[in-house]
Nanobody, 124 residues
């Protein structure tokens, strides 16, 4: 099992940047594909992006492509979500998720492990 803790959320003006972190417990972090998801108030949770184990590949939702970047540091058991050019529509609770896999998974149901989420609010 792995436990995930997100941090780095906050309030930012439109056009600004934030970097979210997701720290994982355990010795096998390198085996996990990591995903970032978000859930805005009144909406369903949606896929933001993911990174495969060994950081071989990344994949992003069209809504964030070119603005968000996912990276990982396996030595620190941490995955990051760098968010630039933020828009009010990016306001949501952001979650990281993990699954032992070689590929990036887009579906919420594919991830057994989740963090508690961190709030990101973008003001206009």
């Amino acid at each position: 099992q792995v436990q995930l803790v997100e941090s780095g959320g906050g309030l930012v003006q439109a056009g600004g940047s934030l970097r979210l972190s997701c720290a994982a417990s355990g010795r096998t972090f390198g085996m996990y594909t990591m995903g970032w998801f978000r859930q805005a108030a009144g909406k369903e949770r949606e896929f933001v992006g993911g990174i495969s184990r060994s950081a071989g590949t990344t994949y992003y939702a069209d809504s964030v492509k070119g603005r968000f970047t996912i990276s990982r540091d396996d030595a620190k058991n941490t995955v990051y979500l760098q968010m630039n050019s933020l828009k009010p529509d990016d306001t949501a609770v952001y979650y990281c998720a993990a699954r032992i896999s070689t590929i990036i998974l887009l579906s919420i149901s594919e991830y057994p492990y989740w963090g508690q989420g961190t709030q990101v609010t973008v003001s206009s």
